[in-house]
């Protein structure tokens, strides 16, 4: 049984994530910011966890993570300003991986953004600023002691997850449901040999598992 910490716990993926995760005999601990969202969580089988990502410092994170397998950086700031990206994808992310060092966290996953993202659009100053933060974020990583997996989802939609995804250092660039990104994380969780990788995840053909165990062959 592995404890999760799931940073941006309330959030589309993070709900899918948790809910996985339970069903796998895991114990997802999930970091919410809105008192209602707390039942919610519950009923997922989350431990839910109060806490603003802005508000809290990195040591109180850190108390909050400890004892925990892994954590899940799944909070964002959906694209809104300018200094709210800076601040929840940003300094929020820093905040959690310093956390996670500090309370002796092994492993550390991001949910990053596939490089194609918003390209055949006109450039759009935000979601600019948030490629350049997510990247960002992701070299910290990747430079950090961590067993880390940056994971680089497509365009997510709603749409019911279909359990089968492409998942490669590179690949051509799709759409994915929320569900199967979970599906994705949940997958690599329960595979360390995973690790210090960046991988890129759309929709696809072969069941997740498949999908993940063959990138460790
Ligand atoms: N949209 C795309 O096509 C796309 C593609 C690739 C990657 N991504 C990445 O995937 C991530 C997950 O997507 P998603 O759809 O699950 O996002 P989401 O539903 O917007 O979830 C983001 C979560 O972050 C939380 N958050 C924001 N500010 C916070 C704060 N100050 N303290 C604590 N939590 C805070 C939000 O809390 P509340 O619930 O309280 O608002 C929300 O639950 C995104 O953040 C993005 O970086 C997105």
Known sequence: MMKVFIV???GKVARHLARILTARGHQPLSLYRRSEQADDLSALG?????GDLTELSA??????MSGSDAVVFAAG????????TNAIDGDGFRKSLHAAIRADVPRFLQISAFPEAGRNSEPQEGFENYMKVKKQTDS???ASDRDWVILRPGTLSDDPG????NAGLAIPYGDIPREDVALTLATILD????NRMILEVTSGDTAAEEAVARLSA
């Open 191 to 194: 595979m360390p040999r995973i």
């Open 140 to 142: 910290e990583l990747a």
């Open 59 to 64: 040591d109180d994170l850190s108390e909050l």
């Open 77 to 84: 700031a959906g694209g809104a300003s300018y200094d709210l």
């Open 8 to 10: 941006g716990g309330a």
């Open 46 to 50: 989350a431990v839910p966890i109060y």
């Open 162 to 165: 279909t359990g089968k995804i």
